[in-house]
């Protein structure tokens, strides 16, 4: 049996209010007043690469415990760089074996399914586990129609032969080229057809052809479908798919758009990880996607899928959402208004990449130094432990932080220097087991955080050398928040 074995996702925290965009614009775009729900935004310390990772805790859990990945297929069509492999700097951050594949996939909206088939492929070759990410952070033209329905997210599966929670069963591909939107390489923001001519001609015509395909391998019957996976924003297209497949309306899975909105790449994945969360076994699972063609994945739970949780799981991040009504910040986050930053945000940030390759380990897997003799742990990790009175050398072995939670020792938020979300909060936190670091911190608001406030630790943007266009990722500190069951 192959399938998959694990899943999980993320969200922003933040969630744009479609009122916000649609007040901000009413002078220009008064047809959009009215618009209702959020969607989710990036903060500005976060793009594919960093939603990725932390999809990837979401469904691999503790670091300890991720010998078994074995590849790692990461798909966007917004991917931070065109020339470094994005793909390896999410198996850095994750501390997987330096000897697994890793693979950037796109060019497609259906792109994370075929990464999925691909991954099936793999495994039937006796390959290892392949962990398949998908996430996108899209940029949009202000006042448009995809400034709204547009969010940003990630989603994650592991697919293997173990402990399978839903066994692969099935699945179909049109690879034809239909353009329902475009983007050219240099292009930040996506160009799109009509609508009624890609309903009717494109997912009408294309997508049932590969629905039907995929259920005959399976050898299912439409009506056996219990949860009928479609991304889509427009109206009532998945219902009209599902109907026009034989599925019946209740399988119809929720699409996220008023809280979310459509995230692209990842959605069919992250809807996937959100019914998996409340599926029962036996229950048939087809996901499909629409884009250069159209592609959809039939699976079916098994007794094993009670036996897993994510970390957190679509449900959760969904739950922690705050609402954001500055418009401004979400176009100063997104790149497209240019802020004044005064003398102190002026300093070149170039990075020393070969001071980054020799301390890779620390600085993408926050990995630090145990001391075997005092039980110390050091960061960065050295040859010499220092411990006052007891100089030591070689005597450290990997110590992962990532995964520990820590106390704020002492911190300060500050206005004076530029930051992209002021005001800049940071400062000394003490690890659980030892450790001790000075961190900016991410993802809270003024007042909510003080000596003694348990936090976590997250992957993100560090800062970007905007002459050269690199982007420099490193750990940060937010706080943990309760966890809530609205999903």
Known sequence: MIGITGFGGYLPRLRLSRQAVAQANAWYTPGFAGRKGTRSMTNWDEDSITMAVAAARDCLGPAEDRQHVRAVFLASDTLPFAERLNAGVVAGALTLAED??????????RAALSAVAQAVARVQSGSGDVLVLAADDRRTRAASQQELEYGDA??????GQDKVLAEYLGSSTLSVDFVDHFRASGEEVDYHWEE????????????????????AQAQVTAAQVDHFIFPSSFAKMDAQLAKTCGVRAEAVADALLDRV???GLPHGLLMLAHVLERAQPGQVIVVAQFGSGAQALVFRVTEAIGSFQPVRGVGQWLARGVEERSYTKFLAFKGQLQLERGMRGEQDKKTALSTAWRHREALMGLVAGRCEVTGSVHFPPSRLSYDQGKPLQDTQKPHKLADRQARILSWSAEYLSYHPAPPHHYGQIDFDGG????????????GEVDSGTVMEMVFRVKDVDERRGFTRYFWKATPVRAASTNA
Do not use: N
């Open 196 to 215: 009624r001519w890609v309903r009717d001609e494109g997912i009408g015509k294309l997508m049932p052809c590969a629905i039907a395909a995929a259920l």
């Open 154 to 159: 990630a989603a994650a599966l592991l697919i």
């Open 261 to 263: 909105g459509d995230s």
């Open 100 to 109: 697994i594949e890793a693979i950037d996939m796109g060019g497609s909206q």
């Open 435 to 446: 450790g001790r670091i000075l961190m900016d911190f991410t993802d809270l608001d003024v």
